[in-house]
């Protein structure tokens, strides 16, 4: 019985030039990356092993994609050294809550305000306002 010769396996061709991304869209690309990063880097040193409070609010809870992003936001500051605490900001639901409940409230510089039950915010009693609300 006579063998037959099977033909090389063909090599992948070069990808067309319609896949390919202009050297200068690269070196933008690159470019930009590296200006965030040394725009972010004296915060990433600021606060490097520092515990971070972020509030994840109600409207961001509500969209899929809000929701994927800030997800990826904390992994991304747990990884840069930062220890993230999410806190439920809610205030959407909250406020729908408060409106069955007849409780009312005001948004003051977006606090949600219930002094009569609550008393007033820590910082506010204390000085000890965070830096990202003055």
């Known amino acids: 019985m006579a063998k037959t010769k099977t033909a090389p396996a ?3 061709s070069a990808a067309s030039p319609k896949d390919t991304v202009p050297l200068a869209e690269v070196f ?3 470019h930009a990356k590296a200006k965030v990063l040394s725009e972010a ?4 040193q600021r606060y490097d092993r520092e515990t971070v409070v ?3 609010g109600g409207h961001a809870m509500g969209d899929p994609e809000l929701s994927r992003d800030f997800a990826r936001d904390i992994v ?3 990884q840069a ?4 605490v999410v806190v439920h900001g809610g205030g959407p639901q909250i406020g729908k809550l408060l409106e069955r409940l007849n409780i009312k409230s005001e948004l003051i510089s977006s606090f949600l305000s219930m002094l009569a039950i609550c008393g007033p915010p820590p ?3 204390t000085g000890l306002m965070p830096d990202c609300f003055r």
Do not use: D, R
């Open 123 to 125: 910082w506010t009693t």
């Open 28 to 30: 933008e690309s690159v």
């Open 54 to 56: 972020v509030k994840y």
């Open 76 to 78: 991304l500051l747990k």
């Open 10 to 12: 063909k090599s992948k």
């Open 41 to 44: 880097l004296p915060f990433m």
């Open 81 to 84: 050294g930062v220890n993230p």
